[in-house]
């Protein structure tokens, strides 16, 4: 348990007791969030998960507790790289994080912000046959190749409209998104926090090739879940060929992949254990560009 005391701040465990009798604020597939106060919320995680593109959905118990750990471990890995989190508190199944408001009224914009370094997920299986292509530089993008960080905005789309069709995430312009939130300094944040993950990450064997983040309109406070979840990311342990290497799945594809729950909630927890151990010297993902 990883509680931060404050002498101003309320006892999260005792809150975290009163559950059921706290105000709630939302609940939908991943997590449920009550309200505590006017400048708090408790979250506790749903042990579900979902695929669109493998129309896919389960409850996978024990993986709430992995995704709730690993967030923990990453959210300190932030927050000591100097980025903005409004995640305050974690105890034992829950955390604690700022309500986000704007004029008083709870305000979450519905943009995630995703950050790529290969050619893997939406754009691999949406952007047909791009390979063909040559790039500006004579290069060409290749599935399952990294390339150099970039950062889109999607819009997070209900999982079925009101007629039950199933949707999923539309990637915005950024002018769109601009409407929704500040789409500079939250392209700023997005890489930043890449960049700190995927050297924390990289210490210890594994190569984090995008992730999905949840930011503030003002584009400058991450509030979201950080962990296996909303990521791709691979165990290449010492691997020489750090970018090139397929290693092992240490998240949610080995959901989409069609695995055993216990498969995925092995894959999860697993995650957890190798960051207990750094095994190699840091790698940048700019350092693709020399590795190509």
Sequence with gaps: MN?????LLPDWNEIRRSWEDLPLLTRGESKEIRIVDDAHVIVRMIPSLYSFTQNRSAVIEGTDTARLNSFRILSDVLADAGLRMATLAFGSDYYITRRLRDNSVDHVPPIEVIVKSRHVGTPKHGLYKISDHRTRDGGRIEPERAHVPYVRFDYTN???DDKGCRLRDECLPTGLADRYIDTASAEKTAMSAFCALYAFLSRHGIRLDDICLKIDH?????????????????WVGEAQDFFGASGEDCSKDTFRAGSQPEEVRHTYERFNRVLSTPVRSTVSPFDCLSAA
């Design 218 to 234: 003002t584009g400058s406070i991450i509030f979201g879940e950080v962990s296996p979840d909303c990521m791709r990311a691979v």
């Design 3 to 7: 509680i931060k005391s404050h002498p």
């Design 158 to 160: 209900p999982l079925k």
